[in-house]
């Protein structure tokens, strides 16, 4: 089981970027997938959500408004479409599947993506 994230890059304040992370095996196929990232000397911590079925979703409060998860199960990946950005969301993204709930209890993790926003 692998998952691949992808789509980060370097992008100024009040941009957007659109996150994937593409799984091999059955990753997605029960639970949630969820992002969430790491700024530097910071925690991990969680971005969002979302259930296989796709009838719950859940955000932080930091991005709610500006982000947007969702999935396609027949690609077996997951998408965090990111606007309005702003120099505090630069971090590492990660994702993850096989969540029992949405902010804990992920059993698979990604590599993680570099998403750097300038000011």
């Known amino acids: 089981v692998q998952l691949q994230a992808s789509g980060g890059g370097l992008v100024q304040a009040g941009g957007s970027l659109r996150l994937s992370c593409a799984a091999s095996?059955?990753?997605?196929?029960?639970?949630?997938a969820g992002w969430f990232r790491q700024a530097p000397g910071k925690e991990r911590e969680f971005v969002a959500a979302i259930h296989w079925s796709g009838g719950t979703i859940n955000y932080a409060d930091s991005v709610k408004g500006r982000f947007t998860i969702s999935r396609d199960n027949a690609k077996n990946t997951v998408y965090l479409q990111m606007n309005s950005l702003k120099p505090e969301d630069t971090a590492v993204y990660y994702c993850?599947?096989?969540?029992?709930?949405?902010?804990?209890?992920?059993?698979?993790w990604g590599q993680g993506t570099l998403v750097t926003v300038s000011s």
């Open positions: 993850a599947g096989g969540g029992y709930f949405p902010r804990s209890g992920y059993g698979y």
């Open positions: 095996g059955r990753t997605f196929s029960s639970g949630f």
